[in-house]
């Protein structure tokens, strides 16, 4: 028994190990596989897969860097399953339906043997809400089964609040390597937590997460707000692409430019009058889709397919396929583990044959993978507090006017203090004003944006507050 356990521990570390092609260090594969398994029982294992030459190491100590060997014989988990690796492999295996399959032959034919096609607005006037479907009812009712962790009602956006250190750093992370960004998860964990740029990157990449990190930020924080409207959508596509685009007024504007996309041949159409036309109808069929996971992966067809923006389509349809699956208290998606050629696979069957299965294939194994990985984590996180959580939206309100207006120490502490008296119950009235003044002493530039104030509104209550 111990033996059986041991080998799936080794190969839980070597799929890990996979997906670093350039190799991990120790902290890096520790993250991969969270708290599971001890850091010393982890650094033993790593020193018999190289023992075993299934690993290579390069350095020693805490520059130790592993990666997967390719030419060897592995035995992932029984002695008498082994396989000869001839080159790199997928790292998971997306279980592909007969339909993706069929179009992911004619998606990988060479590009000049693909016809060029336009914008077919026939694929957006044939979706019915709640009529017509892209997800097959069975592939609905398992992803809500997966997705689902409470088994009561909880304030809207609950589960997202919980894992948000987390989820800033792997949607962060992932949506920026799908754009081809060469941060590790460990530099982009540094950036957001620490606000340590990782050397050797381009100002590009590091404004790329940091824009991330922002824009969900604001989806958990304004919970109740966010929808399939133009502010959000506007403000979702501003915050991501600030300081990435030449013309800065493109920021959170539908494009009145004709643009091109690479290694495709769909080109979308030029023509400001129907960009604007078809974008709200994405937002108005969007809106009214009960399904949320239905209503998620709507929005990663139809926002890339029109390129409603100058740039940074795919990124906002990242983004807010999270929204229905936020303010339904549902795990969010975070595209954990998601091969880069098959988003890419899946984006290029919507744009050139107008299919839907490839990336309907990859959106459900995708997020399969990250309610798996949230799930595992939620198990390792204190209890939500039920004060917290009664007096949440209270707490947002006050600490928002609190900031807004630049109040001192004192000042704050008085106007909470009667706040409390006049709306909160007396029993309740002195935690109430503790837990937020703790809650104020803790704000800093990583959190703030849960208050709902701006950067400059937040810089300035700071230099009061702090009595620079």
Not at 388 to 415: D, L, S
Request: charged letters at 25%; hydrophobic letters at 40%.
């Amino acid at each position: 028994m111990e033996k059986h356990s041991r080998n799936e521990e080794l190969d839980t570390i070597l799929q890990a190990v996979r997906l670093f092609p350039r190799g991990a260090g120790l902290e890096e594969i520790s993250r991969r596989l969270g708290p599971s398994l001890p850091r010393r029982t982890l650094q033993r294992r790593l020193a018999d897969l190289v023992k075993n030459k299934e690993l290579t190491r390069k350095g020693a100590g805490r520059g130790a860097c592993y990666q997967y060997a390719i030419d060897i014989n592995y035995s992932p988990v029984s002695a008498t399953r082994i396989m000869r690796i001839e080159e790199p492999i997928t790292p998971y295996d997306i279980p592909y339906s007969p339909e993706a399959k069929e179009i992911l032959q004619q998606v990988q034919q060479p590009e000049d043997l693909r016809q060029a096609v336009g914008y077919h607005h026939e694929l957006l006037d044939s979706y019915q809400p709640n009529q017509t479907f892209y997800l097959p009812q069975e592939m609905r009712v398992k992803l809500h089964h997966l997705g689902m962790p409470y088994g009561e009602q909880r304030p809207m956006g609950t589960y997202a609040r919980e894992l948000l250190n987390q989820l800033l750093v792997d949607l962060s992370w992932n949506s920026s390597r799908l754009e081809g960004n060469s941060y590790s998860i460990l530099e982009t964990e540094r950036l957001i937590t620490e606000g340590e740029i990782a050397p050797n990157k381009s100002s590009i990449d590091t404004q790329m997460i940091l824009n991330h990190q922002t824009a969900i930020a604001y989806l958990v924080s304004a919970v109740e707000e966010i929808g399939f409207n133009r502010f959000t959508i506007f403000n979702l596509h501003g915050m991501l692409a600030e300081g990435l685009l030449k013309n800065p007024k493109a920021c959170g504007r539908l494009r009145n430019i004709a643009v091109s996309i690479s290694h495709t041949q769909y080109t979308p159409t030029p023509i400001p009058q129907l960009i604007e036309e078809c974008f709200d109808q994405v937002l108005d069929k969007a809106s009214v889709i009960k399904d949320p996971f239905e209503q998620a992966f709507f929005a990663m067809v139809h926002l890339p397919y029109l390129q409603p923006f100058e740039d940074i389509n795919k990124r906002v349809s990242r983004l807010s396929a999270n929204i229905p699956l936020i303010k339904n208290n549902l795990c969010p998606l975070s595209f954990i583990d998601v091969p880069d050629q098959a988003y890419i696979n899946g984006i290029l069957a919507v744009y050139e044959f107008n299919r839907i299965e490839l990336l309907r294939d990859v959106f459900a194994w995708a997020y399969e993978r990250s309610a798996m990985q949230y799930s595992n984590i939620r198990k390792t996180l204190p209890a939500a507090d039920p004060f917290y959580i009664r007096y949440y939206h209270h707490f947002k309100r006050v600490g928002n006017t609190v900031i807004k207006k630049a109040m001192p120490k004192a000042e704050a502490a008085e106007y909470i203090r009667n706040w409390a008296n006049k709306n909160v119950k007396p029993q309740d009235r002195i935690r109430f004003a503790e837990t937020l003044e703790i809650n104020l002493l803790a704000a800093h530039e990583g959190n703030f944006v849960s208050f709902r104030v701006s950067l400059a509104e937040f810089e300035t209550w700071q230099v009061r507050w702090l009595g620079k």
